[in-house]
Protein backbone atom coordinates (compact mmCIF):
# COMPACT_ATOMS: atom_id res chain seq x y z
CA UNK A 1 0.00 0.00 0.00
CA UNK A 2 2.78 2.87 1.23
CA UNK A 3 4.91 3.93 -1.17
CA UNK A 4 8.49 1.82 -0.38
CA UNK A 5 11.57 3.41 -2.08
CA UNK A 6 13.99 6.41 -1.76
CA UNK A 7 14.87 5.15 -5.38
CA UNK A 8 12.27 6.75 -8.44
CA UNK A 9 13.89 5.81 -12.00
CA UNK A 10 12.99 7.56 -14.73
CA UNK A 11 10.18 5.96 -17.32
CA UNK A 12 11.02 4.02 -20.00
CA UNK A 13 9.59 4.90 -23.80
CA UNK A 14 6.91 2.30 -24.01
CA UNK A 15 7.15 1.35 -27.59
CA UNK A 16 10.45 -0.09 -27.70
CA UNK A 17 10.25 -2.55 -24.71
CA UNK A 18 6.78 -3.41 -25.89
CA UNK A 19 7.93 -5.05 -28.85
CA UNK A 20 11.00 -6.87 -27.66
CA UNK A 21 9.03 -8.72 -24.72
CA UNK A 22 6.18 -10.48 -26.92
CA UNK A 23 2.02 -11.45 -25.97
CA UNK A 24 1.12 -11.13 -22.10
CA UNK A 25 -0.92 -13.36 -20.54
CA UNK A 26 -2.41 -11.50 -17.59
CA UNK A 27 -4.11 -13.56 -14.97
CA UNK A 28 -6.02 -11.65 -12.54
CA UNK A 29 -8.46 -9.45 -13.47
CA UNK A 30 -9.43 -7.75 -10.32
CA UNK A 31 -9.61 -4.37 -8.75
CA UNK A 32 -5.77 -4.59 -8.84
CA UNK A 33 -4.85 -6.27 -12.27
CA UNK A 34 -7.17 -5.05 -14.26
CA UNK A 35 -6.14 -1.68 -14.37
CA UNK A 36 -3.07 -2.81 -14.35
CA UNK A 37 -3.70 -4.60 -17.70
CA UNK A 38 -5.36 -1.87 -19.31
CA UNK A 39 -1.95 0.16 -18.50
CA UNK A 40 0.10 -2.14 -20.82
CA UNK A 41 -2.71 -2.36 -23.04
CA UNK A 42 -2.08 1.39 -23.31
CA UNK A 43 1.36 1.37 -23.79
CA UNK A 44 1.10 -0.82 -26.80
CA UNK A 45 1.72 -4.48 -25.20
CA UNK A 46 -0.30 -7.62 -26.40
CA UNK A 47 -2.20 -8.31 -23.94
CA UNK A 48 -4.48 -11.30 -23.21
CA UNK A 49 -6.02 -11.44 -19.73
CA UNK A 50 -8.01 -14.01 -17.82
CA UNK A 51 -9.60 -14.07 -14.80
CA UNK A 52 -12.41 -16.67 -12.40
CA UNK A 53 -14.68 -14.34 -12.20
CA UNK A 54 -17.26 -13.23 -15.24
CA UNK A 55 -17.44 -9.30 -14.25
CA UNK A 56 -13.79 -9.29 -14.41
CA UNK A 57 -13.78 -10.57 -18.06
CA UNK A 58 -16.42 -8.14 -19.00
CA UNK A 59 -14.98 -4.99 -17.45
CA UNK A 60 -11.40 -5.77 -19.11
CA UNK A 61 -13.33 -6.48 -22.29
CA UNK A 62 -14.61 -3.09 -21.87
CA UNK A 63 -11.37 -1.55 -21.79
CA UNK A 64 -10.12 -3.15 -25.08
CA UNK A 65 -9.01 -6.53 -23.16
CA UNK A 66 -8.75 -9.38 -25.06
CA UNK A 67 -10.08 -12.22 -23.04
CA UNK A 68 -9.53 -16.01 -23.06
CA UNK A 69 -11.67 -19.08 -22.04
CA UNK A 70 -9.14 -20.36 -19.89
CA UNK A 71 -6.13 -19.38 -18.46
CA UNK A 72 -4.20 -22.14 -19.84
CA UNK A 73 -5.64 -20.59 -22.86
CA UNK A 74 -4.35 -17.04 -22.04
CA UNK A 75 -0.64 -18.45 -21.48
CA UNK A 76 -0.08 -20.32 -24.57
CA UNK A 77 2.20 -18.64 -27.06
CA UNK A 78 2.88 -15.86 -23.80
CA UNK A 79 6.38 -14.56 -23.55
CA UNK A 80 5.47 -13.15 -20.20
CA UNK A 81 2.84 -15.01 -17.91
CA UNK A 82 1.98 -11.70 -15.48
CA UNK A 83 -0.17 -13.15 -12.62
CA UNK A 84 -2.24 -11.03 -9.43
CA UNK A 85 -3.66 -13.79 -7.50
CA UNK A 86 -5.14 -14.07 -3.97
CA UNK A 87 -2.82 -15.99 -1.80
CA UNK A 88 0.10 -18.12 -2.66
CA UNK A 89 -1.70 -21.33 -2.44
CA UNK A 90 -3.72 -19.95 -5.73
CA UNK A 91 -0.26 -19.63 -7.31
CA UNK A 92 0.95 -22.75 -6.16
CA UNK A 93 -1.99 -24.38 -7.43
CA UNK A 94 -1.79 -22.90 -10.84
CA UNK A 95 1.93 -23.07 -11.74
CA UNK A 96 0.90 -27.08 -10.79
CA UNK A 97 -2.27 -27.26 -12.67
CA UNK A 98 -4.59 -28.37 -9.86
CA UNK A 99 -6.79 -24.80 -9.50
CA UNK A 100 -9.91 -25.28 -10.34
CA UNK A 101 -11.60 -23.28 -12.70
CA UNK A 102 -15.65 -22.63 -13.42
CA UNK A 103 -16.67 -25.54 -15.17
CA UNK A 104 -12.94 -27.15 -15.98
CA UNK A 105 -11.48 -28.83 -13.16
CA UNK A 106 -8.09 -29.99 -13.37
CA UNK A 107 -6.81 -27.83 -16.26
CA UNK A 108 -3.39 -27.87 -17.64
CA UNK A 109 -1.06 -26.06 -15.29
CA UNK A 110 0.49 -22.90 -16.46
CA UNK A 111 4.57 -23.65 -16.22
CA UNK A 112 2.75 -27.07 -18.79
CA UNK A 113 1.26 -24.77 -20.94
CA UNK A 114 3.48 -22.32 -21.63
CA UNK A 115 6.38 -22.42 -23.77
CA UNK A 116 9.83 -23.13 -23.11
CA UNK A 117 11.67 -20.16 -21.44
CA UNK A 118 8.36 -17.96 -20.40
CA UNK A 119 8.74 -15.08 -17.85
CA UNK A 120 6.40 -16.20 -14.77
CA UNK A 121 6.01 -12.61 -13.42
CA UNK A 122 4.06 -12.96 -9.85
CA UNK A 123 2.47 -9.69 -8.87
CA UNK A 124 0.59 -11.25 -6.03
CA UNK A 125 1.22 -10.46 -1.82
CA UNK A 126 2.12 -14.15 -0.80
CA UNK A 127 4.31 -15.70 1.94
CA UNK A 128 8.29 -15.58 1.44
CA UNK A 129 8.57 -19.06 1.19
CA UNK A 130 5.26 -19.73 -1.26
CA UNK A 131 7.10 -17.30 -3.59
CA UNK A 132 10.60 -18.87 -3.60
CA UNK A 133 8.85 -21.89 -4.17
CA UNK A 134 7.17 -20.68 -7.09
CA UNK A 135 10.06 -19.15 -8.53
CA UNK A 136 11.55 -22.89 -8.32
CA UNK A 137 9.00 -24.75 -9.93
CA UNK A 138 9.09 -22.55 -12.83
CA UNK A 139 12.93 -22.49 -12.95
CA UNK A 140 12.88 -26.08 -12.71
CA UNK A 141 10.19 -26.50 -15.96
CA UNK A 142 12.11 -24.89 -18.31
CA UNK A 143 10.90 -20.91 -17.68
CA UNK A 144 11.95 -17.50 -15.69
CA UNK A 145 10.95 -16.67 -12.39
CA UNK A 146 10.09 -13.15 -10.76
CA UNK A 147 8.35 -11.80 -7.80
CA UNK A 148 7.07 -8.51 -7.89
CA UNK A 149 4.67 -7.70 -5.48
CA UNK A 150 2.81 -4.42 -5.73
CA UNK A 151 2.27 -1.55 -3.38
CA UNK A 152 -0.01 1.62 -4.35
CA UNK A 153 -3.37 0.24 -4.12
CA UNK A 154 -6.11 0.27 -6.51
CA UNK A 155 -5.58 4.52 -7.22
CA UNK A 156 -1.53 3.32 -7.89
CA UNK A 157 -2.73 0.32 -10.04
CA UNK A 158 -5.13 3.35 -11.91
CA UNK A 159 -2.92 5.82 -12.45
CA UNK A 160 0.53 3.50 -13.02
CA UNK A 161 2.31 5.11 -9.73
CA UNK A 162 2.92 1.44 -8.18
CA UNK A 163 5.49 0.70 -6.61
CA UNK A 164 7.09 -2.61 -7.24
CA UNK A 165 9.80 -4.52 -5.15
CA UNK A 166 11.55 -7.40 -7.13
CA UNK A 167 12.93 -10.75 -6.52
CA UNK A 168 15.27 -11.68 -9.32
CA UNK A 169 18.41 -12.71 -10.79
CA UNK A 170 19.95 -9.30 -12.02
CA UNK A 171 19.45 -10.47 -15.94
CA UNK A 172 15.57 -11.21 -15.10
CA UNK A 173 14.84 -7.56 -13.05
CA UNK A 174 16.74 -5.97 -16.67
CA UNK A 175 14.00 -8.15 -18.99
CA UNK A 176 10.95 -7.12 -16.95
CA UNK A 177 11.63 -3.54 -15.37
CA UNK A 178 10.68 -1.60 -18.36
CA UNK A 179 7.09 -3.25 -18.24
CA UNK A 180 6.64 -2.54 -14.48
CA UNK A 181 7.73 0.79 -15.23
CA UNK A 182 5.07 1.72 -17.33
CA UNK A 183 2.37 0.22 -14.33
CA UNK A 184 4.39 2.11 -11.86
CA UNK A 185 6.53 4.99 -11.23
CA UNK A 186 9.06 2.87 -8.42
CA UNK A 187 10.85 -0.57 -9.34
CA UNK A 188 12.74 -1.78 -7.05
CA UNK A 189 15.10 -5.01 -7.16
CA UNK A 190 15.47 -6.01 -3.73
CA UNK A 191 17.08 -9.82 -4.26
CA UNK A 192 17.32 -12.73 -5.55
CA UNK A 193 13.81 -14.97 -5.68
CA UNK A 194 11.21 -14.09 -2.82
CA UNK A 195 13.21 -11.01 -1.91
CA UNK A 196 10.36 -8.97 -3.31
CA UNK A 197 7.98 -10.46 -1.02
CA UNK A 198 10.12 -10.05 1.95
CA UNK A 199 10.28 -6.09 1.18
CA UNK A 200 6.56 -6.08 0.55
CA UNK A 201 5.86 -7.60 4.01
CA UNK A 202 7.90 -5.95 6.09
CA UNK A 203 7.23 -2.30 4.62
CA UNK A 204 3.21 -3.52 5.32
CA UNK A 205 3.69 -4.18 8.93
CA UNK A 206 5.55 -1.13 9.47
CA UNK A 207 2.36 0.48 8.04
CA UNK A 208 -0.24 -1.23 10.21
CA UNK A 209 1.76 -0.94 13.17
CA UNK A 210 1.87 2.98 12.04
CA UNK A 211 -1.75 3.54 11.80
CA UNK A 212 -2.57 2.19 14.74
CA UNK A 213 -0.33 4.22 16.51
CA UNK A 214 -1.37 7.56 14.18
CA UNK A 215 -4.93 6.63 15.16
CA UNK A 216 -4.60 6.07 18.58
CA UNK A 217 -3.29 9.33 18.96
CA UNK A 218 -6.22 10.79 17.23
CA UNK A 219 -8.17 9.46 19.29
CA UNK A 220 -6.18 10.40 22.53
CA UNK A 221 -6.19 13.89 21.12
CA UNK A 222 -10.10 13.75 20.77
CA UNK A 223 -9.91 13.06 24.62
CA UNK A 224 -7.67 15.64 25.35
CA UNK A 225 -9.67 18.28 23.43
CA UNK A 226 -7.50 18.87 20.69
CA UNK A 227 -8.47 19.73 17.14
CA UNK A 228 -7.55 17.00 14.76
CA UNK A 229 -5.96 19.66 12.62
CA UNK A 230 -4.12 21.31 15.27
CA UNK A 231 -2.86 17.53 15.66
CA UNK A 232 -2.12 17.01 12.27
CA UNK A 233 -0.73 19.82 12.01
CA UNK A 234 2.00 19.16 14.83
CA UNK A 235 3.07 15.60 14.30
CA UNK A 236 3.29 16.21 10.28
CA UNK A 237 5.87 18.56 10.96
CA UNK A 238 7.51 16.65 13.59
CA UNK A 239 9.01 13.22 14.82
CA UNK A 240 5.50 11.87 14.77
CA UNK A 241 5.59 12.50 10.32
CA UNK A 242 4.92 9.11 8.30
CA UNK A 243 2.85 8.05 5.68
CA UNK A 244 0.00 6.44 7.13
CA UNK A 245 -0.41 10.64 9.15
CA UNK A 246 0.38 12.50 5.92
CA UNK A 247 -0.73 10.52 2.65
CA UNK A 248 -3.49 8.60 4.42
CA UNK A 249 -4.64 10.81 7.56
CA UNK A 250 -7.20 8.59 9.26
CA UNK A 251 -9.51 11.47 10.15
CA UNK A 252 -11.31 13.36 7.45
CA UNK A 253 -10.46 17.00 6.84
CA UNK A 254 -6.63 17.39 7.29
CA UNK A 255 -5.62 15.18 3.95
CA UNK A 256 -8.58 15.98 1.39
CA UNK A 257 -7.57 13.24 -0.19
CA UNK A 258 -7.68 10.38 2.17
CA UNK A 259 -10.53 7.54 2.57
CA UNK A 260 -11.45 8.99 5.53
CA UNK A 261 -13.00 11.95 3.70
CA UNK A 262 -15.37 9.15 2.06
CA UNK A 263 -16.92 7.24 4.65
CA UNK A 264 -13.46 5.01 4.33
CA UNK A 265 -14.06 3.42 0.57
CA UNK A 266 -10.79 1.42 -0.03
CA UNK A 267 -7.90 2.06 -0.70
CA UNK A 268 -6.10 -0.52 0.14
CA UNK A 269 -9.21 -2.75 2.49
CA UNK A 270 -9.06 -4.12 5.64
CA UNK A 271 -8.75 -7.09 4.79
CA UNK A 272 -5.79 -6.64 2.46
CA UNK A 273 -4.00 -5.18 5.99
CA UNK A 274 -5.01 -8.44 7.96
CA UNK A 275 -3.74 -10.43 5.05
CA UNK A 276 -0.49 -9.12 4.88
CA UNK A 277 0.12 -8.45 8.33
CA UNK A 278 -0.42 -12.02 8.89
CA UNK A 279 2.28 -13.27 6.30
CA UNK A 280 4.62 -10.75 8.23
CA UNK A 281 3.51 -13.00 11.19
CA UNK A 282 4.19 -15.69 9.26
CA UNK A 283 7.63 -14.92 8.82
CA UNK A 284 8.43 -13.24 11.84
CA UNK A 285 7.70 -17.10 13.21
CA UNK A 286 9.33 -18.75 10.92
CA UNK A 287 13.09 -16.59 11.24
CA UNK A 288 12.43 -16.24 15.14
CA UNK A 289 12.17 -12.76 15.48
CA UNK A 290 11.26 -11.55 18.54
CA UNK A 291 8.71 -8.52 17.28
CA UNK A 292 6.23 -7.83 19.45
CA UNK A 293 4.15 -4.56 17.74
CA UNK A 294 3.75 -6.92 14.11
CA UNK A 295 1.75 -9.76 16.25
CA UNK A 296 -0.42 -7.30 17.78
CA UNK A 297 -0.91 -5.18 14.80
CA UNK A 298 -1.82 -8.56 12.79
CA UNK A 299 -4.37 -9.33 15.75
CA UNK A 300 -5.81 -6.10 15.52
CA UNK A 301 -6.58 -6.16 12.37
CA UNK A 302 -7.90 -9.67 11.87
CA UNK A 303 -10.47 -8.15 14.37
CA UNK A 304 -11.28 -5.03 12.60
CA UNK A 305 -11.79 -7.07 9.55
CA UNK A 306 -14.12 -9.71 11.44
CA UNK A 307 -15.96 -7.11 12.62
CA UNK A 308 -17.43 -5.50 9.48
CA UNK A 309 -13.54 -3.40 8.40
CA UNK A 310 -13.25 -6.01 6.18
CA UNK A 311 -14.47 -3.72 2.69
CA UNK A 312 -13.29 -0.52 4.54
CA UNK A 313 -10.20 1.37 4.11
CA UNK A 314 -7.80 0.16 6.59
CA UNK A 315 -7.35 3.74 7.99
CA UNK A 316 -10.85 3.05 9.71
CA UNK A 317 -9.34 1.37 12.39
CA UNK A 318 -9.38 4.61 13.95
CA UNK A 319 -13.40 4.01 14.45
CA UNK A 320 -13.20 0.93 16.08
CA UNK A 321 -10.42 2.41 18.18
CA UNK A 322 -12.85 5.12 19.50
CA UNK A 323 -16.06 2.68 19.72
CA UNK A 324 -13.52 0.99 22.24
CA UNK A 325 -12.36 3.74 24.05
CA UNK A 326 -16.29 4.05 24.89
CA UNK A 327 -16.14 7.99 24.20
CA UNK A 328 -17.56 10.88 21.97
CA UNK A 329 -14.87 12.71 19.82
CA UNK A 330 -14.24 15.95 21.27
CA UNK A 331 -12.96 19.44 20.01
CA UNK A 332 -13.60 18.74 16.53
CA UNK A 333 -13.63 22.11 14.27
Not at 192 to 210: D, E, F, P, T, Y
Not at 271 to 294: H, I
Request: one cysteine or more; aromatic letters at 4%.
Amino acid sequence: MSEASPTEPSRSDASQPAAQTGPIAFLGLGHMGGPMAVNLVKAGYTVTGYDVVPAALDAARAHGIATADTAAEAVAGAAVVLTMLPSGKHLLDAYRGTLDEPGKPGGPGLLAAAAPGTMFLDCSTINVDEAREASALAVEAGHRAVDAPVSGGVVGAEAGTLTFMVGATDEDFAAVKPMLEVMGKRVVHCGGHGAGQAAKICNNMILGVSMIAVSEAFVLGEKLGLTHQALFDVASAASGQCWALTTNCPVPGPVPTSPANRDYQPGFAGALMAKDLKLALNALESTGVAARLGPLASEIYDTFAAEGGAGRDFSGIITDIRDKSEQQPRGQA
